[in-house]
Protein backbone atom coordinates (compact mmCIF):
# COMPACT_ATOMS: atom_id res chain seq x y z
CA UNK A 1 0.00 0.00 0.00
CA UNK A 2 1.30 3.45 -0.85
CA UNK A 3 2.32 5.81 1.95
CA UNK A 4 3.56 9.46 1.56
CA UNK A 5 4.38 11.37 4.89
CA UNK A 6 5.33 14.89 5.00
CA UNK A 7 8.16 15.93 7.65
CA UNK A 8 9.54 19.34 8.39
CA UNK A 9 9.52 22.23 10.64
CA UNK A 10 6.19 23.26 11.65
CA UNK A 11 6.91 26.50 12.63
CA UNK A 12 8.87 29.41 10.36
CA UNK A 13 9.50 33.14 10.83
CA UNK A 14 7.92 35.84 8.49
CA UNK A 15 10.34 36.10 5.60
CA UNK A 16 12.27 32.96 5.94
CA UNK A 17 12.20 29.79 3.71
CA UNK A 18 9.33 26.86 4.42
CA UNK A 19 11.06 23.34 3.32
CA UNK A 20 8.91 20.19 3.55
CA UNK A 21 9.97 16.42 2.56
CA UNK A 22 7.57 14.01 1.50
CA UNK A 23 8.53 10.60 1.78
CA UNK A 24 6.75 7.44 -0.69
CA UNK A 25 6.77 4.36 0.82
CA UNK A 26 5.39 1.27 -0.67
CA UNK A 27 5.69 2.20 -4.32
CA UNK A 28 8.70 4.04 -6.26
CA UNK A 29 8.26 7.17 -7.25
CA UNK A 30 9.73 6.68 -10.37
CA UNK A 31 6.96 5.13 -11.71
CA UNK A 32 5.87 7.01 -15.71
CA UNK A 33 2.24 6.85 -15.17
CA UNK A 34 2.43 9.40 -11.83
CA UNK A 35 3.34 12.92 -10.48
CA UNK A 36 4.13 14.08 -7.51
CA UNK A 37 2.21 17.12 -5.91
CA UNK A 38 1.77 19.36 -2.68
CA UNK A 39 -1.13 20.89 -1.44
CA UNK A 40 -2.00 23.20 1.16
CA UNK A 41 -4.73 24.45 3.68
CA UNK A 42 -5.18 27.37 5.46
CA UNK A 43 -6.91 26.80 8.42
CA UNK A 44 -10.51 26.64 7.98
CA UNK A 45 -10.33 27.27 4.53
CA UNK A 46 -10.05 25.39 1.41
CA UNK A 47 -7.34 23.46 -0.67
CA UNK A 48 -5.01 25.01 -2.84
CA UNK A 49 -2.96 23.03 -5.40
CA UNK A 50 0.52 24.64 -5.10
CA UNK A 51 2.72 22.81 -7.81
CA UNK A 52 3.76 18.94 -9.17
CA UNK A 53 7.04 17.39 -10.23
CA UNK A 54 7.70 14.66 -12.14
CA UNK A 55 10.54 12.08 -11.36
CA UNK A 56 12.82 13.43 -14.17
CA UNK A 57 12.56 16.83 -12.39
CA UNK A 58 9.75 18.50 -14.65
CA UNK A 59 7.91 20.90 -12.48
CA UNK A 60 4.65 22.84 -12.81
CA UNK A 61 3.63 25.48 -10.57
CA UNK A 62 0.92 27.72 -9.42
CA UNK A 63 0.73 30.81 -11.21
CA UNK A 64 0.07 32.67 -8.06
CA UNK A 65 3.19 31.09 -5.75
CA UNK A 66 5.28 30.88 -8.95
CA UNK A 67 7.68 33.18 -7.85
CA UNK A 68 8.11 31.92 -4.53
CA UNK A 69 7.70 28.29 -4.92
CA UNK A 70 10.65 25.35 -5.54
CA UNK A 71 9.83 21.39 -5.94
CA UNK A 72 12.56 19.24 -5.98
CA UNK A 73 12.59 15.31 -6.18
CA UNK A 74 15.65 12.88 -5.32
CA UNK A 75 14.92 9.67 -6.78
CA UNK A 76 17.81 7.54 -4.75
CA UNK A 77 16.08 8.41 -1.44
CA UNK A 78 12.06 8.42 -2.67
CA UNK A 79 11.47 11.37 -1.60
CA UNK A 80 10.04 15.35 -3.42
CA UNK A 81 10.70 18.54 -1.75
CA UNK A 82 8.91 21.65 -1.40
CA UNK A 83 10.47 25.36 -0.51
CA UNK A 84 8.29 28.11 -0.09
CA UNK A 85 10.50 31.58 0.09
CA UNK A 86 9.77 34.64 2.39
CA UNK A 87 7.20 33.43 3.74
CA UNK A 88 3.92 35.59 5.34
CA UNK A 89 1.31 34.86 7.68
CA UNK A 90 -0.82 34.01 5.27
CA UNK A 91 1.37 31.01 4.27
CA UNK A 92 0.09 29.12 7.62
CA UNK A 93 -1.61 25.83 6.62
CA UNK A 94 -1.58 21.99 6.46
CA UNK A 95 0.66 21.02 3.77
CA UNK A 96 -0.03 17.99 2.14
CA UNK A 97 2.04 15.75 -0.12
CA UNK A 98 0.17 13.58 -2.44
CA UNK A 99 0.86 11.42 -5.39
CA UNK A 100 -0.82 13.02 -8.74
CA UNK A 101 -2.16 10.69 -11.61
CA UNK A 102 -1.86 12.59 -15.04
CA UNK A 103 -2.16 10.04 -17.57
CA UNK A 104 -5.10 8.15 -19.74
CA UNK A 105 -5.50 4.89 -21.37
CA UNK A 106 -8.08 2.42 -23.07
CA UNK A 107 -9.65 2.63 -18.78
CA UNK A 108 -10.38 6.17 -18.60
CA UNK A 109 -8.86 9.63 -17.89
CA UNK A 110 -6.39 10.16 -15.12
CA UNK A 111 -6.13 13.35 -14.06
CA UNK A 112 -6.39 13.23 -10.35
CA UNK A 113 -4.76 13.19 -6.49
CA UNK A 114 -4.95 9.38 -5.32
CA UNK A 115 -3.04 9.11 -2.44
CA UNK A 116 -2.59 11.57 0.09
CA UNK A 117 0.00 11.79 2.79
CA UNK A 118 -1.65 13.25 6.51
CA UNK A 119 -0.61 16.73 6.31
CA UNK A 120 1.28 18.99 8.68
CA UNK A 121 0.84 22.12 9.48
CA UNK A 122 3.23 24.69 8.93
CA UNK A 123 2.83 28.02 11.20
CA UNK A 124 4.30 31.29 10.05
CA UNK A 125 4.97 33.35 12.77
CA UNK A 126 8.21 35.04 14.74
CA UNK B 1 -6.49 31.19 -12.25
CA UNK B 2 -9.79 31.15 -9.89
CA UNK B 3 -10.98 28.69 -7.13
CA UNK B 4 -13.63 27.05 -8.70
CA UNK B 5 -16.80 27.83 -7.01
CA UNK B 6 -19.34 25.42 -4.88
CA UNK B 7 -21.83 26.29 -2.52
CA UNK B 8 -20.56 26.45 1.33
CA UNK B 9 -23.00 23.91 2.65
CA UNK B 10 -26.12 21.50 1.56
CA UNK B 11 -27.96 19.82 4.24
CA UNK B 12 -30.14 16.66 4.45
CA UNK B 13 -31.63 13.99 5.90
CA UNK B 14 -30.89 10.16 6.38
CA UNK B 15 -31.63 8.72 2.94
CA UNK B 16 -32.30 12.01 0.78
CA UNK B 17 -30.06 12.66 -1.62
CA UNK B 18 -27.71 15.87 -1.83
CA UNK B 19 -26.31 17.78 -4.96
CA UNK B 20 -22.93 19.72 -4.93
CA UNK B 21 -22.20 21.98 -7.98
CA UNK B 22 -18.40 23.31 -8.93
CA UNK B 23 -18.84 26.22 -11.65
CA UNK B 24 -15.58 27.10 -13.19
CA UNK B 25 -14.72 28.60 -16.70
CA UNK B 26 -14.80 27.19 -19.74
CA UNK B 27 -10.55 27.60 -19.16
CA UNK B 28 -11.16 24.41 -16.69
CA UNK B 29 -14.20 22.79 -15.96
CA UNK B 30 -15.90 23.81 -19.45
CA UNK B 31 -12.36 22.64 -21.41
CA UNK B 32 -11.57 19.11 -19.94
CA UNK B 33 -13.49 16.04 -19.15
CA UNK B 34 -11.21 15.90 -15.85
CA UNK B 35 -12.92 16.41 -12.50
CA UNK B 36 -12.42 14.84 -9.76
CA UNK B 37 -14.06 15.16 -6.38
CA UNK B 38 -12.84 14.65 -2.49
CA UNK B 39 -13.92 14.18 0.59
CA UNK B 40 -12.25 15.16 3.80
CA UNK B 41 -13.39 14.41 7.24
CA UNK B 42 -12.19 16.80 10.14
CA UNK B 43 -8.55 16.80 10.66
CA UNK B 44 -7.95 13.66 7.84
CA UNK B 45 -6.26 14.40 4.51
CA UNK B 46 -8.77 14.70 1.29
CA UNK B 47 -10.07 10.98 -0.18
CA UNK B 48 -10.50 10.70 -3.59
CA UNK B 49 -14.39 9.84 -4.27
CA UNK B 50 -14.96 10.79 -8.07
CA UNK B 51 -12.37 11.04 -10.72
CA UNK B 52 -12.51 11.18 -14.73
CA UNK B 53 -16.19 13.28 -14.17
CA UNK B 54 -18.46 10.37 -13.32
CA UNK B 55 -15.60 7.47 -12.39
CA UNK B 56 -15.64 5.63 -8.85
CA UNK B 57 -12.48 4.63 -7.10
CA UNK B 58 -12.15 0.93 -5.98
CA UNK B 59 -14.36 1.14 -2.32
CA UNK B 60 -15.68 4.20 -3.01
CA UNK B 61 -19.90 3.41 -2.33
CA UNK B 62 -22.03 3.97 -5.55
CA UNK B 63 -24.21 6.14 -3.78
CA UNK B 64 -21.67 8.74 -5.13
CA UNK B 65 -22.31 9.36 -8.51
CA UNK B 66 -20.36 12.57 -10.30
CA UNK B 67 -21.81 14.73 -13.95
CA UNK B 68 -20.92 17.91 -16.28
CA UNK B 69 -22.80 19.77 -18.11
CA UNK B 70 -20.92 22.59 -19.41
CA UNK B 71 -18.79 24.47 -16.98
CA UNK B 72 -20.58 23.45 -13.99
CA UNK B 73 -19.55 19.79 -12.78
CA UNK B 74 -21.65 18.25 -9.87
CA UNK B 75 -21.34 15.41 -6.91
CA UNK B 76 -24.65 13.92 -5.75
CA UNK B 77 -24.72 11.27 -2.51
CA UNK B 78 -27.84 9.17 -2.69
CA UNK B 79 -29.06 7.62 -0.06
CA UNK B 80 -27.00 9.76 2.67
CA UNK B 81 -25.63 8.75 5.85
CA UNK B 82 -24.37 9.89 8.80
CA UNK B 83 -20.69 9.14 7.64
CA UNK B 84 -21.08 11.11 4.90
CA UNK B 85 -21.25 13.97 6.73
CA UNK B 86 -17.89 15.73 6.01
CA UNK B 87 -16.47 18.41 3.90
CA UNK B 88 -16.35 18.04 -0.43
CA UNK B 89 -14.04 19.57 -2.81
CA UNK B 90 -14.30 19.56 -6.62
CA UNK B 91 -10.87 19.53 -8.24
CA UNK B 92 -10.43 20.46 -12.90
CA UNK B 93 -7.09 20.09 -14.68
CA UNK B 94 -6.85 23.77 -15.97
CA UNK B 95 -4.44 22.98 -19.01
CA UNK B 96 -0.35 23.24 -18.96
CA UNK B 97 -0.27 20.62 -15.92
CA UNK B 98 -1.87 23.02 -13.79
CA UNK B 99 -5.05 21.90 -11.10
CA UNK B 100 -7.37 24.48 -9.54
CA UNK B 101 -9.82 23.03 -6.41
CA UNK B 102 -13.31 23.84 -5.38
CA UNK B 103 -13.92 26.44 -2.55
CA UNK B 104 -15.53 23.76 -0.27
CA UNK B 105 -18.88 22.14 0.53
CA UNK B 106 -19.89 21.19 3.71
CA UNK B 107 -22.59 18.39 3.69
CA UNK B 108 -24.53 18.27 6.94
CA UNK B 109 -26.70 15.30 7.53
CA UNK B 110 -29.78 16.27 9.55
Known amino acids: QLQLQESGPGLVKPSETLSLTCTVSGGSITNSNYYWGWIRQPPGKGLEWIGTIYYGGSTYYNPSLKSRVTISVDTSKNQFSLKLRSVTAADTAVYYCARQRHYYDSSGYYYDFDYWGQGTLVTVSS | QSALTQPRSVSGSPGQSVTISCTGT?????????VSWYQQHPGKAPKLMIYDVSKRPSGVPDRFSGSKSGNTASLTISGLQAEDEADYYCCSYAGSYTYVFGTGTKVTVL
Open chain 2, 26 to 34: SSDVGNYNY
